[in-house]
């Protein structure tokens, strides 16, 4: 395929029409235009072209119509989402359907020449594909990521951790943007990275930021660069670090930390694909994919208008929910052996001889709640492998968080506590029950509370009493 291409472009609204086909046609394109969205569906069959720009809402037939009708003919055309600002949700949803990406109206020429510019250039990607450049990546098998040597803290035989693995592997391949959602310490990083280095831009750069701890100004500098003596101290150009990871990925931790200026920004990257240094006027193009991550909902921020909800939505094309350590059933035990393997191989102590939990600490270890999640029982792990003195690690090698939790059982049981015991029991096997029955019901109230024979508000309160949150 050449420079130029056929676009179809689909609008109720003839003025729009001719408005998309005069800009477009400047890039030197063929356009062809339709007001009804049933005809369209005919001269997507008779012409095969390589994007269609299609309105959302139209009498007949809308946009998502359209899209499904596209990619149903051939997988590889392009489709673009025309909406207004009322349905920005309905397009997202497009997205995860497999629509290229989604224009608000009013838009202007820029953003039509800069979707198109991308949209030709995914085609030329997927040519290359074709062709076999990029088969190696897309034909692998699909299971354990325990081959990538960061991935080793991802392994896991719960169901939890499982379907997480799942979605990593089927969406490693696109481009589409991901926001990771998790507590601190479940492992929101390495999800990325693990997504990064199963995709087609594996052998390009892997950028991290932590927005949360860089200053507005700082972090401005950090991802967009800045210009010799656009501040005190810019004593030389710097490239920011989208243009480093141009090819790649950039990881946004923290995202919800960043200020709305700086949301503004980030935004108009995602939309126009260029960047602006820090005092300077010139525009450079970025291919990137960005990959998103917050410890706490964004819904809630938008709500509050602390985060813009036009860029939640083009963060929010895939969401990863990363299940906490305690809602992980045994993958605690897997994941200490794992920790502990990989320590002993530092410690001469413990060579020669295959290290071991006694019962004690192996119990310790289970009963633990992991507030820190996987971070914390790394770190755990790596203290107790220091300090042991042979190839069994004691109870004695944890910190005394973890002890004093033991007594305090104890001290409940064998200190006459009945009432408080029975209802630490209670407690325990109530909540074990609910996430299992849940599980089992992928979620769905109505089944779970059939199932258990209470009314379904009785499970919604104890989901709310529990802390529960569905980890699929």
């Not at 001269?43 to 809308?62: F, I, K, N, S």
């Not at 001290?411 to 996430?435: D, P």
């Not at 992928?442 to 009785?458: F, L, N, P, S, Y």
């Amino acid at each position: 395929m050449g420079n130029a291409g056929t676009i179809l472009i689909v609008d109720d609204e003839v003025d729009a029409l001719d408005n998309c086909r005069r800009i477009l046609g400047r890039l030197g394109h063929r356009c062809l235009t339709e007001n009804d969205p049933l005809r369209a569906l005919n001269v997507m069959q008779a012409e095969r072209p390589e994007l269609v720009l299609t309105d959302l809402r139209m009498p007949g037939l809308d946009g998502i119509g359209v899209l499904n009708a596209a990619k149903e003919l051939d997988p590889n055309i392009k489709v673009v989402l025309l909406t207004a600002y009322a349905t920005v949700q309905t397009a997202v949803t497009s997205l995860r359907q497999g629509a290229l990406d989604y224009i608000l109206k009013p838009y202007t020429s820029t953003d039509l020449e800069n979707v198109t510019r991308r949209a030709f250039a995914e085609q030329a990607k997927d040519a290359d594909a074709s062709r076999g450049q990029t088969a190696a990546i897309e034909d692998e098998p699909s299971a354990s990521l325990a081959e990538y040597p960061a991935g080793r803290e991802l392994l896991g035989e719960s169901r939890a951790i499982r379907d997480v693995l799942a979605l990593i592997n089927r969406v490693a391949a696109t481009d589409a943007n991901i926001l990771i959602y998790g507590e601190s310490g479940t492992g929101k990083e390495l999800v990325a990275r693990a997504i990064h280095h199963r995709s087609r831009r594996a052998a390009q750069p892997f950028v991290p930021v932590d927005c949360a701890s860089l200053s507005d100004t700082l972090l401005e500098s950090e991802l967009f660069g800045h210009e010799k003596g656009a501040f005190t101290g810019a004593y030389a150009a710097k490239p920011g670090l989208f243009e480093v990871a141009h090819g790649g990925t950039v990881f946004l931790d923290e995202v919800s930390s960043m200020s709305p200026t700086l949301q503004s920004r980030l935004l108009r990257v995602l939309q126009e694909r260029h960047v602006r240094r820090v005092g300077g006027a010139r525009y450079t193009d970025v291919d990137v994919r960005m990959i998103a991550a917050s410890n706490q909902g964004l819904e809630e921020a938008c709500q509050a208008g602390a985060f813009r909800e036009d860029l939640y939505y083009r963060l929010n094309v895939i969401p990863i929910q990363l299940p906490p350590l305690r809602e992980r059933d045994g993958d605690v035990e897997l994941l200490a052996y794992e920790f502990l393997t990989r320590f002993a191989a530092k410690h001469r102590h413990l060579s020669g001889s295959t290290p071991l939990f006694s019962p004690d600490a192996l119990m310790l270890l289970k009963g633990y709640s992991w507030p820190g999640n996987v971070r914390e029982l790394q770190n755990v792990i790596e203290r107790a492998s220091a300090l042991a003195d042979g190839p069994v690690i004691q109870a004695e090698h944890f910190p005394e968080r973890l002890r004093l939790m033991q007594g305090d059982e104890r001290s409940a049981i064998e200190g006459g506590s009945y009432k408080q015991a029975k209802q630490e029991m209670v407690r325990s096997f109530e909540r074990s029950f609910l996430f299992d029955l849940l599980q089992r019901h992928q979620w769905h109230m109505g089944h779970a509370a059939q199932e258990a024979g209470v009314d379904r508000k009785t499970i919604e309160r104890m989901v709310k009493r529990h802390g529960l949150r569905d980890t699929r």
